[in-house]
């Protein structure tokens, strides 16, 4: 993303291609995130289901579900991979002074990484060798490590926006309390808003998937079930989405007034500061939005009275430029936007479910569904750019300027080139293996299990046939 430079300080030419780097290589790689966080919960629902009623419908979808995890998995493990070696080449001036401090939640994470790949390997390939309930708990294995994963990468994020646990001596880190920088004070909420995100996302894509089909004809089962768990699941974690990222809204005022003075366009300290729909910062004046007068100090102290510190409380040579701040607000927009529009659709839902209970056949929320997963995803990376963006000029909020923090030698452009490349490729090749998988299932049907728990024994009784009462 195109970020003008600081005023009066020549920002390295390599500043540019970092952090058009990054941005593109963290937003591809957010994308999966949420089907190894949530997508194999999911999953796991599926198979809990099918052993606990015996169902083969829900079986096939656990195990054609755990496939897709699998090739996703490999893709992210492919694009985290790249991330940590552009941690170091791309930003030596972050590694080297502050490694000490975030290289233990990093260390973390790649415990937690051994241990998703491990079992993941253990799930897929105890399928036919395994009995059910010790296979199902290795799903178990993957899932809880996936979140442990996350957890320890946004502590690291937090830890940026709000570092802690360490002690600092001629400006080196002298002393570093593990404990601390891990749970830092902005650990928590950012982990709860972005374990809701992952659940949201994968939901509502896995969802339009189904939803295309139900739109087709097919309302079998199968489909059914396939569209029903993943859309209740997002569907739950939306309306508590709003409630993290309220209180999340509060914490940012109180403890990061710039990007707070960026996301609401506040250009001058004061009260009774309006909420701004849309809009521009253009030489220092809030242009072409929509006020909504006293929201924005509402939202944040509860009362129209409230103070919020503008722009112009903080310090020039730290100031968010006008491209900063345009970029964090429209963000922002978009983000609570689109998140406005899937809490609708989940409400939906709930009302149709609450008269019927079923599966909703009304063909204008079904064409809603098949484009909430999209929706999802540009809130999520929208939410993204807020945090990232909107923590600049600084790396290390209050201790390391971004500018300071990149390499200063070294064609980044290249090296962008060639991570470009790569992601195309290993892109291209994903979505070629799952359109390849989703073919052939269509050809098999849904009316077999080729699944047997252990070697040689025959597929799961299937009882009576699942009607509309079971979904």
Known sequence: MVLSALPGVADPPQLLPAREQMAFTLGFHIILVPF???????????????????????????????????????????????????????????????????????????????????????????????????HFFTGVVVTLAGIGGTAAVIAVNSWMNQPAGIVMRNGRVAEVIPSRVFFNGAFWWEMVHMLLAAYIVAGFLVAGVYAVDLLRGRRDHYHRLGFLVPFTVAAIAMPLQFIVGDTIARQVYDREPAKFAAIELVPTTGDHVPETLGGLYIDGKVRYGIPLPDIASFLAGFR????????????????????????????????????????????????????????????????????????????????????????????????????????????????????????????????????????????????????????????????????????
């Open 304 to 471: 129209s009275s409230a103070v919020i510190k503008g722009l112009d409380a903080i310090p020039a040579a730290v100031r968010p430029t006008e491209a900063v701040v345009n970029v964090v607000h429209l963000a922002f927009d978009v983000m609570v936007g689109s998140a406005t529009l899937l809490l609708l659709l989940s409400l939906w839902f709930g009302w149709l479910w609450w008269r019927r209970r079923e599966v909703p056949t009304n063909r204008w929320f079904l064409r809603g569904s098949t484009v909430a997963g999209l929706l999802a995803l540009l809130s999520l990376e929208s939410g993204w750019v807020v945090t990232e963006v909107g923590r600049q000029p600084w790396t290390v909020v209050g201790l390391l300027l971004t500018r300071d923090a990149v390499a200063t030698q070294g064609n980044l452009w290249l090296l962008f080139a060639t991570v470009l490349a790569i992601y195309a490729c290993v892109g291209a090749g994903a979505l070629f293996v799952l359109r390849a998988m989703r073919r052939r299932w269509s050809e098999e049907g849904t009316d077999a299990v080729a699944v047997p728990y252990g070697p040689g024994s025959a597929p799961a009784p299937t009882g009576r046939a699942p009607g509309a009462d079971d979904v």
């Open 36 to 134: 190894g966080v949530a997508f194999t919960f999911m999953m796991l629902i599926c198979q809990y289901r099918a052993l606990r009623r015996h169902d083969p419908q829900a079986l096939l979808l656990a195990q054609r579900w755990s496939k897709v995890a699998a090739v996703l998995f490999a893709v992210g493990a492919v694009s985290g991979t790249v991330l940590t070696f552009e941690m170091g080449l791309l930003w030596p001036g972050l590694m080297g002074p502050y490694g000490s401090a975030f290289g233990f939640p990093f260390a973390i994470e790649g415990l937690f990484f051994f241990l998703e790949a491990i079992f993941m390997a253990i799930y897929i390939y105890g399928w036919k060798r395994l009995p059910p309930w010790p």
